[in-house]
């Protein structure tokens, strides 16, 4: 969606660190996500963060938010092979669950 | 863990026919599923919300008479699409939101994938 930018491709080596960036327009956002897709199939929520926090840290996940720039990252910690796929930054309005998508990234890791 | 199947995940169909897809919700219920299509590289475009026992609510620019959607119950929402032709071929994911979750989480199906000849 034309509110939520992030880059197209990223190509990482296995057991390097991945960052993917994300933009949103929507200062009211409420709720920001990060999806995961893997080739012909949906999407898997990995973690999200709501609007009031700067950061969130799940296992290899780490998710940072700086709301004044309105910019959105996942880092992924030691990047493995099955870490490739398509992974989609996303947010929601205060009183809407509608999501708003952005174009994915995709990421390939390289042996 | 919230669970949202499809089926089918793939169908084949002449132009001029109309497809069924199902969403369902298996462990939880869901009075607002939502109908997205995906087109090869590109972003989840939303295209309805569908709420349980009410009209669906459509996109701007996405046709109900084309794209029918039906939420019989608080674990089934349809998507008819009618007199299929090729520029209807595309991947259809369902989300459904958990009428218990404590934030705006959608759970996602694993797609369609629809092709029309």
């Known amino acids: 969606g034309e509110d939520v930018e992030q880059s197209l491709f990223l190509s990482v080596r296995e057991g390097d660190s991945s960052v993917i960036n994300c933009t949103y327009t929507d200062s009211s956002s409420t709720y920001l996500y990060w999806y995961k897709q893997e080739p012909g199939a949906g999407l898997q929520l990995l973690t999200y963060?709501?609007?009031?926090?700067d950061m969130k840290q799940d296992q290899r996940l780490t998710v940072l938010l700086n709301k004044k720039d309105k910019h959105l990252s996942l880092r992924i910690a030691d990047t493995q092979t099955g870490d490739s796929a398509i992974y989609f930054c996303?947010?929601?309005?205060?009183?809407?669950?509608?999501?708003?998508f952005g174009a994915g990234t995709t990421v390939t890791v390289r042996a | 863990g919230a669970v949202v199947s499809q089926h089918p995940s793939r169908v084949i169909c002449k132009s001029g026919t109309s497809v069924k897809i199902e969403c369902r919700s298996l462990?939880?219920?869901?009075?607002?599923m939502f109908w997205y299509r995906q087109f090869p590289k590109q972003s989840l475009m939303l295209m309805a919300t569908?709420?349980?026992?009410?009209?669906?609510?459509?996109e701007q620019g996405v046709e109900k008479d084309k794209f029918l959607i039906n939420h019989a119950s608080l674990t089934l929402s349809t998507l008819t699409v009618t007199s299929a032709h090729p520029e209807d071929s595309s991947f259809y994911i369902c989300?459904?939101?958990?009428?218990?979750?404590?934030?705006?989480?959608?759970?996602f199906g694993p797609g369609t994938r629809l092709t029309v000849l």
């Open positions: 989300s459904a939101r958990d009428v218990g979750g404590a934030y705006t989480e959608q759970f």
């Open positions: 569908s709420n349980e026992g009410s009209k669906a609510t459509y």
């Open positions: 963060i709501f609007s009031n926090m």
């Open positions: 996303a947010e929601t309005p205060p009183k809407g669950s509608k999501l708003s």
């Open positions: 462990d939880f219920q869901a009075t607002t």
